[in-house]
Structures are given as C-alpha cells and as structure tokens.
C-alpha cells in the first residue's frame, strides 16, 4: 500500500508547488501539533513546516512512518523522540542558499538607502534626513560560512565590499578565494562594518551574539540575522541599539517576545521569517521532499535523514 502524504500547516503557495512534484493524500490547515486526531490516525508521512512543534506528545499522537521538515533548521523537532518512536526525520537543507543571502542585502540596502521613507516623496522633498550609505569599501562579515553564509559573501563581493569571516568547519572554495579571509570570531565582529549571520540553531550556537559580542562590535555596524532567533540573545542586542552601541540590526527571525521592541525601534528593521520564501527555493523544498518519499517508499533511508 501506497503511504499517504499528509501536509500541515503550509500556504497556499506551498501546497501548490508540493502538489507539482507530490501526490498528497490532503492538506491540513492546522500544524501538526494542533492536527485534529482523524487526521493524524491516517498520516504514513507528514510534510510540515517550521511552525509545527515536533515533542514527544505528538510522536506519540502520530502513527507515521517519516516527518519530513521544509528547509534546513530542525530547532523545531525533537528528533531524540521521533528515534524513539521509529519516525525517520528528513529536512531539505539544499533548497535556496541565494534565497536567503540576497535577502541579507534586500535589508541592507533598505536600511541603508531609507528605501521605505522615501518611497513615493515628491521630486523636491527635504532630503536631509535621509543620507544614505554606498555598500562598496565597507566589510561584510559572515558568522558562518556554509551554503548562505558563502552566498553572502559572494554577493557582498560585487558590492565591491570586503569581506572576511569565521566558522569552525572552513569552506575551501573561500580558503581559496584571495578576496576572501577567515579570521577569529572576535577580529570578525570588531573589524566588519556589517555582520551577518547564518550559523543553524543547534548546541554550542545559541547566542552567538550575546553582550560580550556586541561589546566587541564597531559601535558604527549593523547586525544582520537570516539564521535562526536562537543564535541572538534579544536582550543584549536591544539594550546595545538602545545605548547606540550598534547603528542598527535587521532580523527576519526575532524571538517573539521581543518582536514589538523590535518593531518600535527606530534602529531596527524586522521581517517576519521571509527570507526563504521565493518561487525557487519552493521548487527545491518540493523536490527534495519529493526525493525522500521516494526512497521511504522503497525502503531506503533518504539521504537527507537526520
């Protein structure tokens, strides 16, 4: 018998694009977590997004053979339990890299250019308050240097910008790019007019940017996260743009108990978790859930199980 493909909690953009390359046996609104029992008594694999919170509760809940994870964080899934329970956990780590670093820059420029206060002023408006920063001359420092990370840089790059940066597990193609240089975490953060990061939420990155980090940033930098909330401890770097120790920080994740803070500083740009959502990136997402069905069903682990 055919498994039946179940999705929780997706739009309708990516219900669309998963229906392309998948044959679902339904759709469910809901997330995972709060899926109404019907429906999970009659789920073999469950496609799910970030906002469905796998515990151990839900493995239980759920009779299925395999969860698979739209993108590449899996802070969301406790996939000690799934082990537990049987169910293979697959994410879908390849899926934009470009996506989420031009989105980096979408913020920058931003942020940079006054773009949202300018749009639509007349041709004579006062345009003193509105002094804008050119990208090319500065440094961009990526706090990790994976498949984002190393997008990033290379899009800093034609900004004609500097770029340098630190993770544990080195790329070579950067070791080998002569415009390029890893440095100590601590010579990143002091020496880059931008610092973006793209380290995952697992253990040992949980506030990578905590107040001895921020204390180490040029006063003048701006602080970027496409991440994961997790790695940014709130507090710190609120009360760091509050006292102007940074000149801003622009995050597409933010932990919810700061968002508002965020929302109302002046200093601050905020986008709700939106920077891996193109076309293109769902299209990947698509097919390599696809890709892992295919092996479940023929009874192999896919590759991408964590």
Not at 48 to 72: Q, T
Not at 243 to 265: C, I, K, P, T
Not at 269 to 295: G, K, R, W
């Amino acid at each position: 018998m055919t498994e039946k493909v179940v999705t929780f909690g997706l739009d309708t953009n990516m219900r669309a694009l998963i229906d392309r390359s998948i044959d679902v046996h339904r759709h469910c609104d809901a997330p995972l977590h709060e899926a109404p029992e019907d429906i999970l008594d009659e789920t073999d694999i469950a496609i799910i997004f970030v906002f469905s919170h796998v515990n151990p509760d839900v493995c239980h809940r759920v009779d299925c053979d395999a969860i698979i994870s739209l993108g590449a964080g899996i802070d969301h899934i406790n996939v000690k339990a799934c082990d537990q329970n049987d169910i293979i956990v697959c994410n879908t780590p390849h899926y934009g890299s470009r996506t989420v670093a031009e989105h980096t820059f979408g913020l920058l420029l931003s942020f940079e250019r006054h773009l949202t206060e300018i749009e639509n002023q007349e041709l004579d408006f006062n345009r003193s308050p509105y002094l804008s920063q050119q990208l090319a001359g500065k440094t961009f420092g990526a706090i990790g240097t994976g498949g984002i990370g190393e997008a990033a840089v290379q899009i800093a790059q034609g900004f004609n910008m500097h770029t340098i940066g630190y993770d544990v597990d080195t790329s070579q193609s950067l070791v080998e790019d002569e415009s390029f240089r890893y440095k100590p975490k601590r010579q990143v953060l002091s020496e880059s007019d931008y610092v973006g990061l793209y380290v995952p939420a697992v253990p040992g990155t949980e506030n990578t940017v905590d107040t001895k980090a921020v204390q180490t940033m040029n006063n003048n930098a701006l602080l970027i996260n496409t991440a994961r909330a997790a790695v940014v401890d709130h507090e710190a770097v609120y009360e760091a743009l509050t006292s102007d120790e940074l000149r801003g920080v622009l995050l597409d994740v933010v932990d919810a108990d700061y968002e508002q803070r965020f929302f109302d500083h002046d200093k601050a740009m905020v986008t709700p978790h939106h920077a891996f959502y193109t076309e293109q990136a769902l299209e990947n997402m698509a097919e390599q859930a696809q890709s892992c069905i295919q092996d479940i069903r023929q009874g192999i682990i896919p590759e991408n199980a964590l």
